[in-house]
C-alpha cells in the first residue's frame, strides 16, 4: 500500500467535491447548525429556566447535545462517499482509474480519506464553535469552562472518525449493489440508526461519558475493522467490472 | 507485444472468452473485429489485467497476465481507452489527463510537457480550462486517448473509439489512430467497424468468443474463396480454357458466359502465362482481374459459421 497513491486519489476526491456545491452546503450546514443551535438552547432556555445549580444537571444535556457531532460523523460521509463511488459508476470513469498503476486498496483507502478529511474537518470546526459558545454562555453559571474535556476529546478524535469509517466502508459495500446516488443513500441513511439507539439509551442505561465512549469506540473499531474486509471484497477491480450493477 | 495462448474467460456456467490464442507485433495495429457479445472487452480487459482470467496465460509488454508482481508494472507499460470515456465532466481538459499522469506516478516536469503537447496535437489546448462536460463528444473521445498516452504508454488498448460518434467525429478519431500507427505504437484496437479495421489496421482477429482467423485484411480477403482470376474475353470457349491448362498445369478452369474462371495459387507468376496462353490460342482479352472478398463478407462467413459452429 503506498500511501502517496492513496493522497492522489484523495486529493482528486477533495477537488471533485468542491464542485458538489449540494453536498458542500450539507456538509458545512449540519455542524454550524449543530455549533450555533445548542449553544443558543442552553442560553435561551436551560441556564436560565432549568433551575438552581445549573453545574448538578446541565453536563447531562451538553454531553448528549455533543453526542451530535459523532452522529454527525455518521451521516455526512455517507453523502460524500455514495457520491464519490455510485458517482463513478454512472460516469463510467472507474474503468480506466483501474487502469492506472493503483492497487484496490490505494483506491479505496484514497476515497475513504476523501469523505473522512472534509467530515472530520467540518466536525471539528462544528465542535470548536460549539464549544466555545457553551463555555461563553455557562462560564457564569458553572463558575468554571466545561470544555475543553476528556469526554468531547474522545468523541471528537476517537469516536467520530471511527464512527465515520463504518459509513464510509458501509457506503462502499452499499455503492456496490446499487446504480444510482439516491438509492445509496436511502440504504445509508440507515446507519443513522444505531447512532439514534445509542443517543436514547444514553438518557437511559448509558450515560455518555469518556469511558462509556472509548468503550463504544472499541465496537466503532471491531465494525470498522469487520465492514473494511468486506468493503475491500467488494471493491476488487474483477468485482466492480463483471458484478457491480 | 503480445503473446497469448488458450486465454479463456467463463463467467459460471457462460464462457465468454474461449481459448484464444494469438500474438501482436511490436508496432502493429492489430484489429480485434466481432459482434456485440464476443467476448472483445472481456478479451481487453483479460490482457491489460483489468479482470482474471478463467484459463490460459498471455504474456503483455513483458509481464505475465495474472501474475501478482507483474499487475502494476503492467498497468504502467499500457493505454486503454474503454468504450465508455469515462471522463470527470466537471473538471478541465488539463485536469482530467492531470490526474492520470500523477496516479502513473510521473515526474510534474514530464507531466506538464506531456499534457500540453498531447492537448495541442489533439486541437484541445485552447480549451484546456473548460469543463469537459461542455465538449462534443468528439472532444471527448479525443481527450480520452490523450488521458491513455499521458504517461507514454508502449501498448494501447482501444476499445470501440468510433462507437456513437457522428461521421465527422469518427473521421477525427480515426485519423488520430493513424497517426498514432505513424509512431510506430502499438495499437490493439477493439472495433465491429470493418471500413475502420481495413483503412487503419496491419492485420485483424475476428473473434466470436473463440478466435475464427487472424490475418492482414488482405490475406483474409484473398482466403475466403482461394484465389481466382477472372478473364473476360470477346468469346470464352473451352478450346481457351484448355490451352490454359496446357500452359499452367491441371488447374479447375471454368467457362462462364464471356468469362474463364481460373484457380491459381501464385497469380503474379500465372496471370502472364495466362494471358499469353490465351492470346497464342487466338482469344482477344478484354479484362483480366483478380476479385477478392471484401472484409466485410470474410466477417459476415466467418461469424455466420463461427454462431452455426458454437
Known amino acids: ?245 | 507485444m503480445i503473446h497469448a495462448e488458450n486465454l479463456t474467460k467463463r463467467f459460471g456456467d457462460l464462457t465468454a472468452v474461449d481459448h484464444v490464442s494469438l500474438d501482436v507485433r511490436e508496432g502493429e495495429v492489430f484489429g480485434f473485429l466481432g459482434p456485440n457479445g464476443a467476448g472483445k472487452t472481456t478479451t481487453v480487459r483479460m490482457l491489460s489485467g483489468l479482470i482474471s482470467k478463467s484459463a490460459g496465460s498471455a504474456v503483455v509488454a513483458g509481464c505475465e497476465v495474472g501474475k501478482e508482481a507483474d499487475a502494476l508494472r503492467l498497468r504502467e507499460q499500457i493505454g486503454i481507452l474503454p468504450e465508455n470515456v469515462g471522463l470527470y465532466e466537471g473538471s478541465s481538459a488539463y485536469e482530467n489527463l492531470e490526474y492520470f499522469g500523477q496516479l502513473h506516478r510521473m515526474d510534474p516536469t514530464a507531466l506538464r510537457s506531456n499534457i500540453e503537447r498531447l492537448l495541442r496535437t489533439m486541437d484541445l489546448w485552447e480549451k484546456k480550462d473548460v469543463r469537459v462536460e461542455t465538449f462534443s463528444k468528439g472532444m471527448k473521445q479525443k481527450l480520452a486517448i490523450a488521458r491513455t498516452l499521458v504517461h507514454d504508454p508502449v501498448l494501447l488498448f482501444l476499445d470501440e473509439p468510433t462507437a456513437n460518434l457522428d461521421p465527422e467525429a469518427a473521421k477525427m478519431v480515426r485519423e488520430t489512430i493513424l497517426a498514432l500507427r505513424r509512431e510506430r505504437r502499438t495499437i490493439f484496437l477493439n472495433t465491429h467497424n470493418l471500413d475502420e479495421a481495413q483503412r487503419v489496421c496491419d492485420r485483424v482477429g475476428i473473434l466470436r468468443t473463440r478466435l475464427l482467423t487472424v490475418g492482414s485484411p488482405r490475406e483474409l480477403e484473398a482466403g475466403l474463396h482461394g484465389r481466382r482470376t477472372v478473364v473476360r474475353l470477346e468469346r470464352a470457349t473451352e478450346t481457351l480454357a484448355r490451352a490454359v491448362q496446357d500452359r499452367i498445369g491441371p488447374r479447375p478452369v471454368e467457362v462462364s458466359g464471356d468469362r474463364l474462371l481460373i484457380d491459381v495459387e501464385d497469380p503474379d507468376r500465372e496471370n502472364p502465362e495466362i494471358a499469353a496462353a490465351i492470346v497464342a490460342a487466338g482469344g482477344r482479352i478484354l479484362e483480366l482481374t483478380q476479385p477478392s472478398a471484401s472484409l466485410e463478407e470474410v466477417y459476415l462467413k466467418l461469424v455466420h459459421e463461427g454462431a452455426a459452429g458454437s
Do not use: C
Request: charged residues 15%; proline residues 6%.
Open chain 1, 1 to 245: 500500500m503506498r500511501l502517496s497513491q492513496a493522497w492522489v486519489v484523495a486529493r482528486h476526491e477533495l477537488r471533485q467535491l468542491r464542485q458538489r456545491r449540494g453536498i458542500l452546503v450539507g456538509l458545512i450546514a449540519f455542524p454550524v447548525g449543530v455549533g450555533l443551535g445548542f449553544p443558543a438552547l442552553v442560553d435561551l432556555q436551560l441556564v436560565p429556566h432549568g433551575g438552581p445549580d445549573p453545574g448538578s444537571w446541565a453536563p447531562m444535556y451538553l454531553n448528549a447535545f455533543a453526542f451530535w457531532f459523532v452522529i454527525g460523523a455518521a451521516s455526512l460521509p455517507t453523502t460524500i462517499a455514495s457520491y464519490s463511488i455510485v458517482g463513478e459508476k454512472v460516469s463510467k470513469s472507474l474503468e480506466p482509474l483501474l487502469a492506472t498503476p493503483t492497487t484496490d486498496g490505494e483506491i479505496l483507502l484514497g476515497k475513504a480519506l476523501g469523505a473522512l478529511l472534509p467530515t472530520l474537518f467540518a466536525m471539528w470546526l462544528g465542535a470548536a464553535l460549539y464549544q466555545g459558545l457553551i463555555d461563553v454562555g455557562t462560564v457564569g453559571a458553572f463558575g468554571y469552562l466545561y470544555y475543553p474535556n476528556w469526554q468531547m476529546a474522545v468523541e471528537l478524535f476517537v469516536a467520530a472518525p471511527l464512527v465515520a469509517l463504518v459509513a464510509i466502508e458501509a457506503s462502499v459495500i452499499i455503492s456496490s449493489r446499487v446504480t444510482d446516488f439516491r438509492s445509496a443513500q436511502q440504504y445509508a441513511s440507515v446507519l443513522l440508526l444505531p447512532m439514534i439507539i445509542i443517543y436514547v439509551a444514553a438518557e437511559i442505561v448509558l450515560p455518555l461519558n469518556a469511558v462509556n465512549l472509548l468503550l463504544l469506540s472499541g465496537i466503532f473499531a471491531l465494525v470498522a475493522l469487520a465492514l473494511y474486509r468486506v468493503s475491500l471484497r467488494a471493491f476488487r477491480r474483477d468485482e466492480i467490472l463483471t458484478r457491480w450493477k
